[in-house]
């Protein structure tokens, strides 16, 4: 069946497309943060980051740049988020990797503060060394 990136893609389902190349289509999001939020999505199935070439990626973060742009140009946009959810836990909900281009304002409180927690430098230190081994 599909997803419904891939719908899109095929033109099975219409979307409001704004950037189309041989890799990836950026379209606006049907239920965006605010409005011009875009997705950007490989035309080649990757369940997420993890799964997608570096090709892929560097041109969907390039893609991301040029709406980014755009955002700031065309609608007023002060800052941008550039976002990419994978796995479950991640808020990843359509399972086709995806970069979302979030236009943003001043005090707009469109997302929550993350939750930071203190941490020992002995506890980084181990860390560091087991994402190194």
């Known amino acids: 069946m599909g997803t419904i990136f891939e719908k899109i893609i ?4 219409p979307a409001h497309i704004i950037y189309e190349d041989e890799m990836v289509v950026a379209f606006l999001d049907i239920k965006p943060v605010h409005l ?5 999505v490989p035309k080649q199935p990757f369940v997420n980051a993890f799964d997608a070439p570096g090709d892929t ?10 709406i980014a742009k755009r955002l700031e ?8 988020n550039l ?9 990843q909900e359509v399972f086709h990797a995806h970069l979302h281009v979030v236009p943003r304002y001043q005090d707009d409180q469109a997302f929550t503060s993350p939750h930071r927690t203190e941490v020992s430098a002995e506890d980084l230190a181990a860390t560091a060394e087991k994402l190194r081994a």
């Open 10 to 13: 095929a033109r099975e389902i």
């Open 57 to 66: 990626l560097a041109q969907m973060m390039k893609v991301g740049s040029l």
């Open 73 to 80: 140009t065309t609608l007023g946009a002060e800052g941008v």
């Open 36 to 40: 011009g939020h875009a997705l950007i």
């Open 83 to 91: 976002i990419m959810n994978n796995g479950a836990a991640a808020g």
